[in-house]
Structures are given as C-alpha cells and as structure tokens.
C-alpha cells in the first residue's frame, strides 16, 4: 500500500474507531482521486444489502479524507476539517462490497480554496462522492460541503 493510502487508513482507523468496526480500507489515492472500500458483511441491514448508515458514513469520509490527503500534498497542516452539509442520494441499492469514489474538485475551485484558507484561515469546498452498484450504476451519491478552519 502506498505511503499516502497507510497514513489516511491509520488516521481513520485512530481517529474515528467505527472505521475499524465498518472495516473500511483505502484502496487508492491517485491523480488526485480516493477510493475508500468496505465489505457488505459488517455494514448489512436487515434486507441483506448495505445499510444506508455505513454509506453515508463511507461517503462523507471519502471526501474528508480527499481533503486530507489533498492538504497534506499543499502542505497544510494547520486546519480541522468538517463536513457542514451536504445531499446525499440513494437510488439504488448496493448488494455487495462498498467502493467511495471521492474525485478532485476543479483547479479553479481548489485555487480559490486554497487562497481563502492561506488568507482568512476559513474556507469552504464542495466534493462529489459516489458509489456505484455491482453493474456501474450510480447507487448512492453525496454533494458536500466540507469546512476547514483554524
């Protein structure tokens, strides 16, 4: 595993102990782009599909986790991160295994974000996370707003 991926999973799996119950994973950081995996066995619900818990929560941690690593690479230590909001959709269900696939944001909005941090110690970052069934269709998909602050 890379350095990047063992760092993400040991801070999880430290900070946030469901993480470990969930046995979520970091299956790739690369060209900018997180995948986050957990198993269907540990996150069943009572219709034997994923339970609509665990993919919100694998959601919104593959985006914080992409900030995290992201800053990491830009060299800031300094902020916490929060998920303020966001729409989180599940118009199918996942039958199996649980992939989170958090991609960059644009250049421009990361600059911008970036400046305002650097500058105010405050700023704001909309990420697109999804997670596709067994067939590529979209499953779930969560539009959030993520906050770092001094």
């Known amino acids: 595993m890379q350095a990047d991926c063992r ?3 040991d801070l999880l799996h430290h900070d946030i102990p469901l993480t470990r119950a969930m046995q979520l994973t970091v299956h790739s950081w690369a060209d900018h782009q997180l995948r986050l995996a957990m198993p269907l ?4 619900n009572h219709t034997g599909t994923m339970f609509g818990g665990s993919l919100y929560s694998l959601s919104v941690l593959a985006g914080w986790g992409w900030l995290t690593l992201r800053l ?4 800031i230590t300094d902020g916490h991160i929060v998920i303020k909001g966001g729409q989180i959709d599940y118009p199918l269900p996942v039958e199996g295994d649980a992939v989170a696939v958090c991609a960059a944001p644009s250049e421009a909005d990361w600059a911008k974000f970036e400046k305002l941090y650097r500058r105010h110690g405050r700023a704001r970052l909309y990420l697109d996370i999804r997670i596709a069934n067994a067939a590529g269709e979209t499953a779930v998909q969560l539009h959030g707003e993520y906050v770092l602050h001094k």
């Open 7 to 9: 760092y993400l999973e």
């Open 72 to 75: 990491r690479e830009a060299g």
């Open 41 to 44: 066995a540990p996150n069943v």
